[in-house]
């Protein structure tokens, strides 16, 4: 079964306390998530992370059909580092790290994502012909969405 990574790097005009403030609210995911994912959450959470935080929320990335997802905080470094992982949804393995650090002209944002799909060569398949793409949109959706927040 192969592990995939993605690794996205930006530069945000910000200072790292305001940065940590926004990242670590899990509110703002609705704000960098694209809007054709539907994404909502489904659990209360609060103003800002901690380990241990479970987030349930529901994405609709093919036509419509509601599909739900658990993560959990498991690691928090304020203000320079987090990670969340998938307990369920629709990877068999979703680790995410977020690392901020602050640098000349704001604060360098650093996401490394490796994860695994379900159903073995299909899974591979799905992943070339699908899900590579999918995620890059979403990256790059991300990408803007806080280039236009942060200026």
Known sequence: M???CIKRHQTLPTG??????????????RLITPP?????ITS?????????????????????????WVSEI???????????????????FWH?????????GGVDVLDIVHYRLP??????????MWVQRRLDEIFRFRYHALARHFD
Do not use: C
């Open 16 to 29: 790292l306390d305001q940065a940590w403030r926004f990242f670590s609210d899990p509110a703002n995911l």
């Open 2 to 4: 192969k592990t995939y």
């Open 36 to 40: 054709w994912l539907n994404f909502t």
């Open 96 to 104: 995410h790290q977020h690392h901020l650090k602050a640098a000349r």
């Open 119 to 128: 159903l073995g060569v299909i899974g591979m398949a799905v992943h070339d």
């Open 44 to 68: 209360g959470v609060p103003d800002a992370i901690y380990p241990g935080l479970i987030i349930s929320y529901r994405i609709r990335p093919i036509g419509g059909v509601a599909v739900p």
């Open 74 to 92: 498991t690691h928090v470094q304020a203000p320079h580092y987090f990670v969340d992982e998938q307990r369920s949804g629709p990877y068999r």
